[in-house]
């Protein structure tokens, strides 16, 4: 990441300001009001130290945190994530924290499956200038050869087959792999698999919210994961219901 921190904490708090209210911005960064607004126009840059104080807080108080537990709901079973991948503000924040959890690993590439998954990926590989590759439904145009997986879906029973061009990740690239939500961890598992066979190194795995454990079979494979949010109760998933993780 080449940007200047002290735009990047006007960035954040501009986002912030999108869910949180002047009052709360205070509270949490205890500064005035005023400052926060002064900031937020343009008016004045925050200073590196103050910038980094800024960037500081926003994770170690968790606030990225608490604005996905502000918008998180549930429908029929389902953990729906729409106001969270779908809300630009929200992503730059989500992915900042990816970035600090992974800045030290250095990945090159940012690995996912469509279709929730892609916002996500998108935002955390601006933040490292990392290619994004996405295993998809469907073979695309314009590729040759593939690496492909196959696993079964329960909700509804079906058989889910995951392509991945095989010129995409090369043996040199270090892989940061994405999902939006972590459930049974089947596709999770499917990704694991894709860039395994690519000769890549995995660096770890992120995701904006994990639903129960049953996905922590996984961390038999993959040794660092990092959530934001943890949703402790599984909910039952109800017939009818098309979203699966």
Request: aromatic share 10%.
């Amino acid at each position: 990441m080449r940007k200047d921190i002290r735009l990047l904490a006007i960035e954040l708090l501009k986002s912030l300001k999108k869910h949180l209210r002047y009052r709360e911005l205070r509270d949490i960064f205890n500064l005035p009001p005023p400052i926060i607004w002064r900031y937020i126009q343009g008016e004045v840059l925050p200073s590196p130290d103050r910038a980094n104080e800024i960037l500081n807080t926003i994770i170690s108080k968790k606030v990225t945190k608490r604005i996905i537990e502000k918008e998180i709901e549930v429908y029929n079973g389902v953990v729906a994530t729409y106001k969270i991948i779908y809300k630009p503000s929200l992503l730059k924040l989500i992915g900042y924290e990816a970035y600090i959890k992974f800045k030290d690993l250095e990945p090159t590439a940012i690995v996912t499956a469509e279709v929730d998954g892609i916002p996500v990926a998108l935002a955390i590989a601006d933040y490292f200038d990392a290619k994004v590759a996405i295993a998809k439904r469907r073979k695309e145009v314009g590729f040759r050869t593939y690496i492909e997986y196959s696993y079964l879906s329960h909700e509804p029973p079906s058989i889910t087959t995951l392509y991945l061009p095989s010129t995409l990740i090369t043996r040199k690239d270090k892989v940061l792999i994405v999902d939006d939500v972590l459930r049974t961890g089947r596709t999770l598992r499917a990704l694991i698999y894709l860039t395994k066979r690519t000769g890549a190194s995995i660096v770890g795995v992120f995701s904006v919210i994990a639903v129960g454990s049953r996905w922590h079979y996984l961390t038999d494979e993959v040794k660092r994961i990092e959530i934001i949010h943890q949703v402790e109760r599984e909910f039952p998933l109800h017939l009818g219901s098309s979203h699966t993780y």
